[in-house]
């Protein structure tokens, strides 16, 4: 089945064209990414699928249901959820407390409970909190659940914004250069991380730059280069494939 379908979708920004019918499809439960050399136009893509950037044309499905131009929340709602390139912790709240903010789309208690602190309102502020903590566990932080989430190490930090993403309770999961300024030793670890998710039923898009990342876990890749997609198949058809190649590496290779 497939959980994500992506039709023609197109965004121009005035007279630059971002990215330019771009068409795949994405099987529950796989774990896809996209590539393709800097201003191809990845993160674009990302933004339209959920809801930042409304595209110019093209549509897109999530469970069969139309979510083109659907708002953020709307789109976390749907289950679909996302970590960015450039890390957006709240950086003076703790690990714990970051978690337990992303879980709010979910929660049922309403303003005036939470002012008044009723009993629901705490007994699902408790339940948060435990939530958090396993989600602090899946990802290898739950020893660092008081500290201060701008102190963390680069590749914490990375972890706990996924981390943040689970919490949002998604279907997919869209991580932007996951293993970005990481060492070797993080990289592996985060490669298993994902691997994880995938055994717990996610289905993972993903942004990567390091195609022995790309390569080693990937089902399906898409390639796009000056926002069109070039090349589409498995590992194998991707890295013979020579106009990745030629996009990558230039003519003369």
Same mark, same amino acid.
């Given at each position: 089945?497939?959980?994500?379908?992506?039709?023609?979708?197109?965004?121009?920004?005035?007279g630059i064209r971002a990215i330019e019918e771009v068409r795949?499809?994405?099987?529950?439960?796989?774990?896809?990414?996209?590539?393709?050399?800097n201003g191809a136009g990845k993160t674009t893509l990302f933004n339209c699928l959920t809801g930042i950037t409304r595209p110019t044309k093209g549509a897109i499905s999530f469970f069969d249901r139309e979510i083109t131009g659907l708002k953020p929340d709307s789109i976390v709602?749907?289950?679909?959820a996302r970590t960015f390139q450039n890390i957006r912790l709240f950086r003076e709240m703790t690990v714990i407390e970051n978690v337990m903010v992303s879980q709010?789309?979910?929660?049922?208690?309403?303003f005036l409970s939470a002012i008044i602190r009723s009993s629901s309102f705490r007994d699902e502020e408790k339940a948060i909190k435990e939530k958090a903590l396993?989600?602090?566990?899946?990802?290898?932080?739950?020893?660092?659940?008081?500290? *201060? @989430?701008?102190?963390? %190490?680069?590749?914490?930090?990375?972890?706990?914004?996924?981390?943040?993403?689970?919490?949002?309770?998604?279907?997919?999961?869209?991580?932007?250069?996951p293993t970005a300024g990481m060492n070797p030793q993080e990289t592996r670890e985060m490669m298993g991380l994902i691997k994880k998710l995938q055994e717990l039923g996610k289905t993972i898009i993903l942004i990567e730059h390091d195609m022995k990342v790309v390569m080693g876990i990937s089902e399906n890749i898409v390639?796009?280069?000056?926002?069109?997609? *070039? @090349?589409?198949?498995? %590992?194998?058809?991707?890295?013979?494939n020579p106009m990745v190649i030629e996009a990558y590496l230039g003519k003369e290779h």
């Open positions: 089945m497939y959980l994500l379908e992506v039709r023609d979708l197109t965004k121009h920004f005035g795949f499809r994405a099987k529950e439960g796989s774990i896809m990414s996209i590539i393709g050399p709602k749907l289950g679909m709010h789309c979910r929660t049922q208690s309403g396993e989600y602090l566990e899946l990802v290898g932080l739950e020893a660092y659940s008081d500290t *201060i @989430a701008g102190s963390l %190490p680069y590749g914490s930090q990375k972890r706990l914004e996924i981390a943040r993403a689970i919490a949002t309770e998604p279907r997919l999961i869209l991580l932007d250069e390639v796009l280069d000056h926002g069109v997609k *070039i @090349a589409e198949g498995t %590992p194998s058809e991707i890295k013979c």
